[in-house]
């Protein structure tokens, strides 16, 4: 077991482009979890899912946000025409539901010019 | 709404003297509190867990206390080693646990032990 893997590590985009983040969870883990950290700040919560459902968006998760996990394995972050408000780090955690220790990967840090 | 708050926001230490990192929250009905470390740049990495039904909590060096009816944790390092400089955050789940375990965080610590 790896731990939380997530691709890419770093992401430079220009304002308006798309970009697609992905998320391994620990395996057998079917919680999983995106959270959104800028610089000095703790991580917020974005979304969750339980397997392939997602059962919570945040407000912050705005409609050019958009999460899935199709087979209940990995899952994807999408951000449509991204603004540099959007520039921070996005961390993904997984768990066990009836365990509630969460693991973090090593995040995806995304910087909008 | 519950809030996690950890003061002070920055910390600096020489080398060998104890740390004391201060976490507090609003809601105090609370299942667990968690203690992870931040190196610059990189992801988070868990330290300890916290039950409600526990008051403290150890592991190597560290330390996790709990008084759940104060709203307060406390991570205890010690003999701090420049090792240990990183940023230390605290977070809760929910207070209802059929919300998930989407955590709240507190804005962290930045610990610099100096040699």
């Known amino acids: 077991d790896t731990g939380v893997s997530q691709d890419p590590r770093h992401k430079i985009t220009k304002r308006g482009q798309n970009v697609t983040f992905r998320c391994d969870p620990i395996?057998?883990?079917?919680?999983l979890y995106w959270y959104r950290q800028t610089l000095g700040q703790g991580p917020e919560f974005l979304t969750y899912f339980q397997n392939e459902a997602q059962l919570e968006k945040s407000r912050l998760l705005s409609d050019r946000f958009s999460a899935e996990r199709p087979k209940g394995s990995f899952s994807t972050l999408e951000i449509q025409r991204t603004e540099q408000g959007d520039s921070a780090m996005y961390l993904c955690?997984?768990?066990?539901?009836?365990?509630?220790?969460?693991?973090f990967g090593q995040g995806t840090r995304l910087t909008v010019v | 709404k519950q809030e996690v708050t950890q003061i002070p926001a920055a910390l600096s230490v020489p080398e060998g003297e104890n740390l004391v990192l201060n976490c507090s929250f609003t809601d105090s009905a609370i299942y667990n509190l968690q203690w992870f470390r931040q190196d610059p740049g990189k992801g988070l990495t868990s330290l300890l867990l916290i039950q409600s039904s526990q008051r403290e909590q150890t592991s190597g060096r560290l330390n996790a206390s709990l008084d759940k009816s104060s709203g307060r944790s406390t991570l205890y390092i010690a003999a701090s080693q420049p090792g240990d400089s990183a940023t230390y955050l605290c977070a809760v789940p929910p207070t209802i646990k059929a919300a998930g375990n989407k955590l709240t965080f507190g804005g962290g610590t930045r610990v610099l032990v100096k040699p």
């Open positions: 395996s057998e883990h079917n919680r």
């Open positions: 955690a997984s768990s066990f539901p009836i365990q509630p220790e969460a693991f």
